[in-house]
Nanobody
Framework: QVQLVESGGGLVQPGGSLRLSCAAS????????MAWYRQGPGKERDLVAQ???????NYADSVKGRFTISRDNAENTVYLQMNSLKPEDTAVYYC?????????????WGKGTLVTVSS
């Protein structure tokens, strides 16, 4: 009943920018932590950025200073602004959300959106 729908992926040149969006919809009381993960070719899925319901953030060392995670709680949406993109940022980016349904916290994942950084 809960869906995370990502958008904003695509092809971008090195040094360029993209903004990813992920909107949570369905049946839930509230959204707690939201995050972006990515999985590059031959890599494991790894945390890129995380934001709590209170707005505190964590970033992978590889993206610090380049990426910014933010959220709009009224719209249950999380964003990832990606600047100064590098070829090594190429990956499928997955949205994550911890959602309160009744008395339970449930983890949900989006289907992923592909970001390709190439000339």
């Amino acid at each position: 009943q809960v869906q995370l729908v990502e958008s904003g992926g695509g092809l971008v040149q090195p040094g360029g920018s993209l903004r990813l969006s992920c909107a949570a919809s369905g049946s839930f009381f509230s959204v707690n932590t939201m995050a972006w993960y990515r999985q590059g070719p031959g890599k494991e899925r790894d945390l890129v950025a995380q934001i709590t319901n209170g707005g505190s953030t964590n970033y992978a060392d590889s993206v610090k200073g380049r990426f910014t995670i933010s959220r709009d709680n009224a719209e249950n949406t999380v964003y990832l602004q990606m600047n100064s993109l590098k070829p090594e940022d190429t990956a499928v980016y997955y949205c994550y959300a911890r959602v309160l349904r009744g008395l339970s916290w449930v983890d949900y994942w989006g289907k992923g959106t592909l970001v390709t950084v190439s000339s």
